[in-house]
């Protein structure tokens, strides 16, 4: 069984999100993908396994962190759609079954990958009360982004808000299913982003997430309503720092980004 560390939404190695990817006959039982997800211990580890010709999907894809599964990942997508293009296991578009539904990976003529994901619905709420303490921030606005992202999106005031974010992880995880977005607009658009943002997921064993694709179903509306248009470039402004290029399509929201495979060996347990 082959295992391939890959490093999403960069085009340099050592940056971006890693994913773990492991491509199956057949999904195993639960147990054993979690506990080789608990080994890989990235923020997701891919599994996928071909589809019959003439269906409606591709491949069979599934994302779990080290301590759950999730019904959306867009890194680990546009890992696993990486490997399946470098290794010529599919050509062209990739279609992923999922809990999500059906999701497209699509290859770029820059050699970046374009992901075609449902837009999360955004749904404004009141500060739940003892978010902005456990943040270290006050919200400017706060949403709601459906059961499939399952955070809370948080505005704050500035970009040096985000980046100097430490919150009480504890505390945050009461607040949603999976974690809180924090974001704001960027300080200076002519850095080549248009907003910034930062994710904490203590519900499912990753304290902060380095690049979130899903997150960036939430963003790009967001941002896309304030800003005024449809398509934009955020920066998540983890450690390892990434970019995701946004275009909101109604229903659907695209995302794009490179890719880059840094480690690969056989996973004998």
């Known amino acids: 069984m082959r295992i391939r560390i890959v490093d999403a939404f960069t085009d340099r190695p050592f940056a971006g999100n890693p994913a773990g990817v492991l491509l199956l006959d057949a999904f195993p039982p639960d147990e ?22 003439g269906g409606p999907a591709d491949w069979a894809l599934r994302w779990f962190t080290p301590a759950a599964e999730v019904r959306m990942c867009g890194h ?15 050509r062209g578009p990739v279609r992923f079954s999922t809990h999500s539904g059906v999701l497209v990976a ?5 050699g ?3 992901l ?3 837009t999360a619905p955004l749904t404004p709420v009141e500060p739940p009360t003892g978010v902005a303490e456990a943040l270290g921030a006050e919200p400017r606005a706060v949403l709601d982004t459906g059961p499939d992202v399952g955070d809370l999106l948080v505005e ?6 985000v980046r100097s974010l430490e919150p009480d992880l504890r505390a945050l995880a009461a607040f949603s299913g999976r974690g809180v977005i924090a974001t704001a607009r960027a300080a200076d658009p002519a850095r080549g982003y248009d907003y910034v943002s930062r994710c904490f997921f203590p519900n499912v064993g990753v304290d902060e997430d380095p690049v979130t694709g899903s997150a960036h179903t939430a963003l790009a509306p967001y941002w896309s309503a304030r800003l005024g248009r449809p ?22 929201t695209l995302l794009s980004g490179h890719a880059v495979t840094v480690i690969e060996g056989e996973l004998l347990a």
């Open 32 to 53: 054993r993908l979690q506990q080789i997800a608990l080994e890989v211990n990235h923020a997701e580890t891919a599994f996928a396994h071909p589809l019959p010709e």
């Open 76 to 90: 680990a997508t546009l890992a696993t759609a990486h490997v399946l293009h470098t290794i010529g296991a599919h």
């Open 106 to 110: 699509t290859p770029r003529e820059d």
């Open 112 to 114: 970046g990958i374009t």
């Open 116 to 118: 075609d994901f449902p």
């Open 156 to 161: 704050v005031a500035d970009e040096r808000t």
């Open 231 to 252: 398509d934009l470039t955020g920066l998540q402004a983890s450690h390892r720092s990434g970019r995701v290029r946004t275009e909101l399509r109604g229903e659907r």
